[in-house]
C-alpha cells in the first residue's frame, strides 16, 4: 500500500522524517550513515561499540577519532542526542535453573 494513501496529504514524510532524524543522532545512526560521515567501517564501528555519548569529548576516547573527525561530523549536521534510559539501566537479576534428568 502506498505511503499516501496510510497518510492522507503526508505522501511518507513522516517516515523519512524520523529516519532522518535517527542519521543525525551519533547514539543513534546507523553505522552505514557514520561510514558515510567519511569513517573508514572499522572506526564507524569502534564508535558505535562505545555509544552511548553524552558529550563530544567522550567520543575522542574512541581510538582514531581527532579534531578533526570530531568536525567533520559535526559539519554533516550529527548531534549528541540524549541516550536511550533503557540502554543505560543494568539489567535485572536472574536465576538459571537446570532440571535433573
Given amino acids: 500500500m502506498p505511503a499516501a494513501s496510510l497518510f492522507p496529504g503526508r505522501h511518507g514524510t ?17 553505522l552505514a550513515d557514520i561510514s558515510a560521515a567519511g569513517f573508514d567501517p572499522v572506526l564507524a564501528r569502534e564508535v558505535g561499540f562505545w555509544r552511548p555519548y553524552q558529550t563530544w569529548d567522550q567520543l575522542l576516547l574512541v581510538g582514531g577519532v581527532d579534531e578533526a573527525a570530531l568536525e567533520r561530523l559535526q559539519r554533516r549536521g550529527f548531534e549528541i542526542g ?20
Fill in 14 to 30: 513522516l517516515a523519512v522524517d524520523a529516519r532522518c532524524k535517527s542519521m543525525k543522532d551519533l547514539n543513534s545512526a546507523s
Fill in 82 to 101: 540524549s541516550p536511550n534510559q533503557d540502554a543505560l539501566t543494568p539489567p535485572k537479576p536472574f536465576r538459571l535453573s537446570v532440571s535433573a534428568r
